[in-house]
């Protein structure tokens, strides 16, 4: 079965660099959901969209943005990047966004920001 | 707000049994998520509870007390790739993303 597609996998930058990551949701999914877990935390959310407008919005950070597409793939921009950007950023995807429907995470984009 | 704990770490043997605790307070319940993350791989569904009683898939079971706010997965005839993170996870009212706490690390012996 189809999984969610995460591009790349990982990335290296330098600090004041930008940074775009990549996400394409299992067919069919309209939702998808951006997290960021640092070593040793738990993931936290940053930001959702359903039907490609924004349907929540965590604790991402000003320089960070994010879309999703007509084709449903979403897209995190991340700007000025600063050594305590570098995690592992995964991507969810479920049919509609309402609680209680199971977000299947993708393998996630290992980032470090040197 | 949202409050969810879990034990840390747990260390069991193989082939045993072991229940990780969470407990949560939130200003609505709409269900309680169990997800396993090995490291520095994704988190996989486990189970979802949105009703008070005991669910079990295969080794897997899951056990939800609402009134208690209270959630524990059991896991039985542990296996040596059972050695992962446990995350408990609830989402708020009305919204479909999670809120994590901050997971178990299980390590399994042999």
């Known amino acids: 079965a189809a999984g969610v597609i995460q591009s790349p996998r990982h990335l290296i930058k330098e600090k004041r660099e930008t940074a775009t990551l990549k996400c394409y949701p299992i067919p069919r999914h309209d939702t998808v959901y951006w997290y960021q877990q640092g070593p040793g935390q738990d993931p936290q959310f940053l930001i959702s969209f359903y039907e490609k407008m924004q349907s929540d919005k965590g604790s991402i950070p000003d320089r960070f943005s994010a879309q999703q597409f007509s084709d449903y793939h979403s897209e995190l921009n991340m700007s000025s990047l600063e050594l305590g950007d570098s995690a592992l950023y995964f991507c969810a995807s479920s049919f509609d966004a309402t609680s209680g429907n199971e977000q299947f995470f993708g393998p996630g984009t290992r980032l470090t920001v040197l | 707000g949202q409050n969810i704990d879990q034990p840390t770490e747990m260390t069991a043997t193989e082939g045993a049994i072991v229940q990780i605790n969470c407990t949560y307070q939130?200003?609505?319940?709409?269900?309680l998520f169990w997800y396993q993350q090995h490291a520095g791989e994704a988190p996989t569904f486990l189970s979802y509870?949105?009703?008070?009683g005991l669910e079990e898939k295969g080794r897997f079971s899951s056990f939800l007390s609402r009134s208690k706010g209270y959630s524990y997965l059991l896991l039985k005839e542990l296996q040596m790739k059972d050695s992962a993170s446990y995350l408990c996870a609830v989402p708020p009212s009305n919204t479909g993303k999670l809120i994590f706490g901050q997971g178990t690390t299980l390590q399994v012996k042999p």
């Open positions: 509870n949105v009703l008070d």
């Open positions: 939130t200003s609505g319940f709409n269900g």
